[in-house]
């Protein structure tokens, strides 16, 4: 199955600064997912990362706080802009298996635990 | 919308013995796939198991198998002689077959195993 490589595993920031987490996958990948998980909560989808098309957010979530790039089939980045206290949490990534069913799920990445001061 | 909800935020279970998480959802679609993964304090999510709706089969994976009721849109994992390294948080998950396939996720399960 595919891995998915994210950093930074963990960092601190300042509130009011930006953080980029980045995922590489080592295989080719149509699709990406974002997702948030909050202390001890389940996750919960930020947005769909498609290669080549604006990414497709849900409610709650907006570009400008969220913004997500995904120049090629195998890289996404996704930037938590202007943080604060509330957007310390767990951020993971997701791609379909590839080659695979949409039965074998989806593989994820080993999370970014952010946390805010 | 789909939702998942699982209704024990914590269960725990002594080694050898067999546990059953539970888990609901809703949904109007008539195909979807549904997934029991699992959270190590690692923070890696790791497949256990996996379900299409149209096969009524229950799936099993060595200890691991769901007891999934379409009609109650229900769908347990059981977990057999269950073992210290099962101890984890476990998410029941949705995915539809169309509209981008994403996945949602339930509020999970603390899985504790004791010795």
């Known amino acids: 199955s595919a891995v998915i490589s994210q950093k930074p595993s963990r960092d601190i920031c300042q509130r009011g600064t930006s953080l980029t987490i980045q995922c590489q996958v080592d295989?080719?990948?149509?699709?990406m997912f974002w997702y948030r998980q909050q202390p001890g909560q389940s996750l919960t989808l930020i947005a769909t990362?498609?290669?080549?098309?604006?990414?497709?957010?849900e409610s709650g979530f907006v570009i400008d706080k969220f913004p997500i790039s995904r120049p090629n089939l195998t890289f996404s980045t996704l930037t938590v802009s202007n943080m604060s206290p509330e957007d310390s949490s767990i951020y993971l990534c997701?791609?379909?298996?590839?080659?695979?069913?949409?039965?074998?799920?989806?593989?994820f990445g080993s999370g970014t635990r952010l946390t805010v001061v | 919308a789909q939702t998942v909800t699982q209704s024990q935020p914590e269960m725990s279970v002594q080694e050898a013995e067999t546990v059953t998480l539970s888990c609901t959802y809703d949904?109007?679609?008539?195909?979807?796939?549904l997934f029991w993964y699992k959270q190590p304090p690692s923070r890696q999510m790791i497949l256990v198991i996996r379900?299409?709706?149209?096969?009524?089969q229950n799936a099993t994976e060595n200890r691991f198998s769901v007891n999934f009721q379409k009609a109650a849109k229900s769908f347990s994992l059981k977990i057999s002689d269950s073992q210290l390294g099962d101890t984890a948080m476990y998410f029941c998950?949705?995915?539809?077959?169309?509209?981008?396939?994403?996945?949602?996720f339930g509020a999970g399960t603390r899985l504790t195993v004791k010795p």
């Open positions: 379900q299409e709706a149209y096969k009524q």
């Open positions: 998950a949705f995915m539809k077959l169309y509209n981008n396939n994403d996945m949602r």
């Open positions: 990362a498609n290669q080549g098309s604006e990414a497709t957010y």
């Open positions: 949904t109007s679609e008539n195909n979807y796939y």
């Open positions: 997701s791609a379909r298996v590839p080659g695979g069913a949409l039965a074998y799920g989806y593989t």
């Open positions: 295989s080719q990948v149509t699709m």
